[in-house]
């Protein structure tokens, strides 16, 4: 009874904590009047999107990043009260959810302005109870944008396509099968040095990307950056170098080549 009791008791004290960190959080952020900050979500890519835009990002801005997958309300607020420098300009926040709201809650700590939703599937469905509040939750993200701010989102994604959004926000999409969208990827090799393919850019020009990257997934996760990059104006060459340079990580469709064969290493999965 004395363990309930004390449990009970520290309930109070433990949420005034909570709060304070992420108060802290909220009023850092709204002082850097120079940040942006940019909220990926999605069922699944949301790490390897955010490390893509990250390593963009840096060749012309100073950014700070969720690490590993900080990606929680605490995670996000310990990135910020402990990582965010003055100097920053960008910061990519990965958010996860597992039921309604919770994005909404995370978005309302960092204020983003721009939102890329990756995709969407029927994942925590036993937290979530249906995908329809999937769906909701994952575009809490992009709802509570600014009307100046910018959605990313893949539109070869049933469920990201067909939802309507109340928010007057600007809105690109990306799609390798779905060729109605502002950055298409098309003409896909694979090869034993990686990817190669070429974005069609709402302009209708087209260049061609190089990666050691293989998968589909890899491809969307890309476009989601080439994307983000188009609108903040940043040089295609420097794009195209940095997408050169991605490495994958450790036994996720790894590329290992030997004198007369090749291994693909996807032993995490």
Not at 39 to 48: A, E, N
Request: with cysteine; hydrophobic share 35%.
């Amino acid at each position: 009874d004395l363990v309930i009791g004390a449990y009970f008791l520290s309930l109070p004290i433990e949420k005034l904590i909570y709060n304070h960190f992420i108060n802290q959080a909220r009023y850092k952020i709204l002082d850097n009047h120079f940040l942006n900050v940019v909220g990926i979500t999605g069922s699944y890519g949301k790490t390897s999107t955010k490390n893509i835009i990250k390593d963009i990002l840096k060749t012309e801005y100073n950014v700070c990043m969720t690490p590993h997958s900080y990606n929680t309300p605490m995670g996000i607020t310990t990135t910020v009260n402990n990582y965010l420098k003055k100097i920053d300009e960008y910061l990519i926040c990965e958010m996860g959810a597992k039921k309604l709201g919770e994005i909404k809650e995370l978005c309302d700590i960092v204020y983003p302005k721009m939102g890329i939703i990756t995709s969407i599937g029927p994942h925590h469905l036993d937290t979530f109870g249906n995908i329809k509040n999937i769906i909701n939750t994952k575009f809490e993200l992009i709802e509570s944008l600014p009307t100046d701010g910018l959605a990313i989102l893949n539109y070869d994604n049933n469920y990201i396509l067909n939802y309507k959004i109340k928010n007057n926000v600007r809105v690109v999409s990306f799609g390798v099968d779905n060729d109605k969208v502002d950055y298409y990827a098309l003409n896909i090799h694979y090869g034993p040095n990686g990817s190669t393919f070429e974005v069609r850019y709402p302009n209708e020009e087209r260049f061609l990307f190089k990666t050691k990257l293989l998968g589909k997934h890899n491809i969307y996760n890309i476009l989601a950056g080439v994307a983000l990059a188009d609108y903040l104006n940043i040089n295609i060459n420097k794009v195209i170098n940095v997408v050169s340079q991605l490495e994958p990580v450790s036994h996720r469709l790894e590329i290992i080549n030997f004198p007369n064969y090749t291994i693909i290493d996807d032993s995490f999965n």
